[in-house]
């Protein structure tokens, strides 16, 4: 997935029973070889591992450690989606086995080719600064990307009965809905509930169908240094389902940074993204709307959808502070941000108007 910078040693958990992953993958795959292990340090949700076998590497998927809130870390999801989708989307990594058996790794696993490249986050990596519009190169192929995939006709990769399309934003809307009623800190009526409704209120219309891999960002995708106008990978795919692109598209311009963009303007983008030079918001649904030919005009909709559900993850994680389940003092400040978040996506929906 990533160069071996990007891995780190792994902290000895005896929920990880190296012997039995080992002996199960010499089962089930072709390997030989002397066996090694590393943890890819990105990502702060599902746990992915980096296994050689010789020459050979590997890159195995797992849940966190602790109780999974119903539907989250789909393994067995995102092993049907990648063990097919590569044959249609040449930036998806190839499923090879999927395991159920948590007497072997603690939970469900898969396990998938590794595909080489770095992952941009807050900064460019050494070999790609100084290439010539580099910012601008790397964020097109991320929209490009994107636009890819929502062009890939599902039933060619067996995966046109993923998902329920008819009415899946309506039950984001609702679901989102209802994790914040569980976690507003205040009973009193405020603009993330106002925004709620008017989401409700103004459900777009049905519009495209398509795979929709729902956390699409700069940082789920990889690229060779030396080629920065073209995706070689596109990770995590554990949320993927069909219903309208568009939401995916939403995702990526909640996370991207505008040189128009105040001070006060909160993106979940990370630090650094904002000095890389990348296209301009405008110019990402511009790209989308010529890549795929879809009628893009309630991106806004889409983009303050995405704005409001990260209020509430934001939210979630104040109100475990609040409760005393969460001693991480940056939890502490995300009250502040929610309130930001929701006067943004006000603003959008009242762009729509």
């Known amino acids: 997935m990533q160069g071996d910078d990007a891995t780190v040693a792994i902290a000895t958990d005896d929920e990880l029973r190296w012997d039995r992953l080992e002996a199960f993958l010499r089962q089930e795959l072709d390997v030989d070889g002397a066996f090694g292990t590393r943890q890819f340090s990105n990502g702060a949700a599902n746990l992915t591992f980096l296994v050689r076998f010789g020459d050979r590497e590997l890159v195995v998927r797992r849940p966190p450690f602790g109780v999974i809130a119903p539907g989250a870390h789909d393994m067995g999801r995102e092993h049907r989606v990648l063990s097919r989708l590569w044959r249609e989307f040449d930036r998806a990594p ?66 046109d009965s993923l998902g329920r399309p008819d009415g899946f934003v309506d039950r984001q809307v609702s679901g989102w809905h209802h994790r914040w009623s569980l976690s507003k800190s205040d009973a009193s009526p405020s603009l993330m509930d106002e925004v709620g409704e008017r ?93 795929t030919g879809f009628d893009v005009s309630t991106a806004p909709w889409f983009e303050a959808f995405a704005q409001w559900k990260t209020a509430v993850v934001f939210q979630q994680l104040h109100r475990r502070w609040l409760d005393g389940d969460s001693a991480d003092d940056r939890h502490a400040e995300m009250g502040d941000t929610v309130d930001l978040l929701a006067a943004s996506a006000s603003e959008l929906l009242d762009s729509l108007s």
């Open 94 to 159: 190839r499923a090879l086995v999927f395991c159920d058996d948590h007497e072997v790794f603690g939970a469900d696993f898969f396990v998938m080719e590794r595909r080489p490249g770095v992952v941009i986050q807050g900064d460019l990596p050494a070999d790609m600064v100084g290439l010539p519009d580099v910012g601008r190169r790397v964020g097109l192929a991320v929209v490009d990307a994107m636009a890819d995939l929502h062009l890939v006709d599902p039933a060619a990769c067996d995966l």
């Open 199 to 291: 989401l409700a209120e103004t459900l777009p219309p049905a519009g495209e169908v398509s795979l929709v891999h729902n956390d699409l960002k700069l940082d789920n995708c990889a690229f060779l240094p030396d080629q920065p106008d073209r995706a070689v990978a596109v990770f995590d795919w554990d949320m993927t389902t069909r219903g309208n692109p568009l939401v995916d598209l939403g995702t990526l311009l909640n996370y991207w940074p505008d040189p128009g963009d105040g001070e006060d303007v909160k993106r979940g983008s990370h630090d650094g993204m904002s000095e890389m030079g990348l296209p301009t918001r405008a110019e990402v649904v511009e790209r989308y709307a010529e890549r």
